[in-house]
Every structure is written in structure tokens, then in C-alpha cells.
């Protein structure tokens, strides 16, 4: 069982210590641009398993997607936690916006 906090600090450690034959130090060595084509690449496959009965493939898809995902944020220096920290913001904003129906409705 690997969760996406370990996936990320799998990924950083390939990214401070390459080794050789790594498909992630291949598109670390690639760049940003090889990266974000993956992330759109499985992007799209994603949507593509989601209108698809197989739920196999939407799973085996959204873990591609997040494998790469995890790539880019670790190539711009984005951490997990920065991640945690807005989504715990936006926890905050979104039970405000439950007492206030007319924000909740824009
Ligand atoms: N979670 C993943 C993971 N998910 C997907 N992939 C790889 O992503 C690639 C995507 O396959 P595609 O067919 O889309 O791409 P491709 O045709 O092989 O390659 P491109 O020419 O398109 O770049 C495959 O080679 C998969 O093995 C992953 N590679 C590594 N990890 C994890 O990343 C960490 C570091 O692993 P290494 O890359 O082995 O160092 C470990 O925790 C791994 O478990």
C-alpha cells in the first residue's frame, strides 16, 4: 500500500538521487515540458476510463494521473503539504459559504 505522501517523498528521493533505469528520472531528465505532456496524456485518459463501464480502468487511469501528477509538483517544488494547506483553506471558506447561501450560489 503506497499513499500519495509516500509516492511523493519516493519521487523526490529519485529526483535528489538518481538511478539509473527510472522511468521517473527519465522524465525528471526530460524536463517540465516532457512532464506536462504525461499530466495532459493522462488527463485525458482519465476522462476517456470515466465514460467507460470498467471501473478497473478509471482506477488503473486516476493512479497514472496522480503518479504524474506527483511528478510535476516535485519538478516545481510544490509540496504535499503545500497541497493539504489550500485544501484546508478552502475547507474553512467552503463551511462559511454554507451559512451564507448567496455566496454559496455564485
Ligand atoms: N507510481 C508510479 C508509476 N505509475 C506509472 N508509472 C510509469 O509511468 C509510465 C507510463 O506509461 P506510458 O505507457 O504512459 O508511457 P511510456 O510509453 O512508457 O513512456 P513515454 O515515452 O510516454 O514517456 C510507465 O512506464 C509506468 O511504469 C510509474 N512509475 C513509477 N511510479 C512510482 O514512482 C516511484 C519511483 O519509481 P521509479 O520510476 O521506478 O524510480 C515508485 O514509488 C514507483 O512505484
Do not use: C, W
Not at 485518459?45 to 470515466?50: D, G, L, M, P, S
Amino acid at each position: 500500500m503506497q499513499d500519495l505522501d509516500e509516492l511523493y517523498a519516493s519521487i523526490l528521493k529519485r529526483k535528489q538521487a538518481p538511478k539509473a533505469g527510472s522511468y521517473t528520472d527519465y522524465l525528471f531528465d526530460k524536463g517540465l515540458d516532457k512532464i506536462l505532456k504525461k499530466v495532459g496524456e493522462e488527463s485525458t485518459e482519465v476522462i476517456v476510463a470515466a465514460k467507460n463501464p470498467k471501473r478497473d480502468e478509471l482506477i488503473y487511469e486516476t493512479a497514472d494521473l496522480l503518479y504524474h501528477l506527483t511528478v510535476l509538483l516535485v519538478e516545481k517544488q510544490v509540496s504535499m503539504d503545500d497541497i493539504k494547506a489550500e485544501l484546508a483553506k478552502r475547507e474553512g471558506l467552503l463551511s462559511k459559504t454554507q451559512d451564507r447561501p448567496e455566496i454559496k450560489d455564485l
